[in-house]
């Protein structure tokens, strides 16, 4: 006789296998892809110790340094696991948290409560300097090495980062201000980076001011970043939200990004350091993305020596951003780009002001589809002397034009007042 099983079993069946694709070492690419999301995080994973930063003498006035605190909390729970097991969880209660970076431990938990506030030191002693990554060879925007990022770790298995909503702020402020003044003597460090490590869960915190790419993974596998607010300016430089490096089975889903870089880039080293490593980015999936920035969207590249493959997009609404989706590379960079699906993409507010060209071939293309079509696109000042006879290629798009030569589609009104109105 067949039996069934209760529907509540049914569920915690389901549910359960939710949490094992995420945290365990099921990450199984095509099955996620499928699936409404890859993490629930109802089901994060059970820690037998946890302890408070107060416990290791963290005071929360946002004025004192907590560097050691931290050090020491983390060292503590570290040995705790390896003496008992279980893992840990170190958790900020409400305030303001000055520290210097860090490193995590392994089968540990980060958790911020409601109204904690993590302050990255903005006294660049505070920030070690390490050795650049092996697919780089240097500082990728300086000769030798960089700076370590706010929250580090390294050959590390089993790390949560999460919370009620707390915010880990790297007060990127003085380390743009270097970087405009060209004054830095190392590249900048990340907020959050990881190498060489797996199981890595980002889920339900705000990320801002990263002095740098704000989310980091390098040589990773199975990470998983939900729920999560990436905010930085516009004039932000280089303030990418989440950067997959030569990491396999990648989910980022339901997160917002507003910064001053792109929202996604996806790499996998630089030039004959990355072709000499030759690993790749496999296994991405990006969904339910919302965001605005400057540049691009969802990014492949620049930095992709060795192969960005297997790429999932799906759900994205991008607003008032240079490039919607975009695959940048450079000459003698090497790399490849194969088997990328990006479906149902919503772009708007796209805006090209001030472009001058001269000897262009072909004006350009703006190319929607009836399902997604381009809108709220600007189109301003834009002078282009074609070497011969050549026009716009445009379908699905509806914008605004002003000044701008040769003549543009159809589908883009013209204003000869003031910049366009559709912002």
Known sequence: MRRQLPLCLVLQAFRLFSFLAAANDVFDFEALRVAESCLDGRFLPHR??????TEFGGVGDGVTLNTHAFHAAVFRLASLHTSVGGGTQLSIPPGRWLTGSFNLTSHFTLFLQKGAVLLASQNIKDWPVIDPLPSYGRGRERPGGRYISFIHGRDLVDVVIT????????????????????????TRGHLVEFVSSRKIIITNVVLQNSPFWTVHPVYCDSVIVKGVSILAPRSAPNTDGVDPDSCTNVCIEDCYISNGDDLVALKSGWDEYGIAIGRPSSGIIVRRLTGTTPFSGISIGSEMSGGIKNVFVKDIKIFNTGTGIRIKTAPGRGGYVENVTISVPFVRGLTFDNIVGRDISFAGRFLGIQRSPLTNICMSRISLSLLRSGTWSCSY??????SVSPALCPGFQSSNKGPCSIH
């Open 48 to 53: 037998a110790h946890i302890a408070s930063i």
């Open 163 to 186: 919370g009620e909503k707390g915010i880990i702020d790297g007060q990127g402020a003085v380390w743009w201000e270097r970087w405009y003044q060209r004054s830095l003597i190392y």
């Open 397 to 402: 798009i509806q914008g605004e034009a002003r």
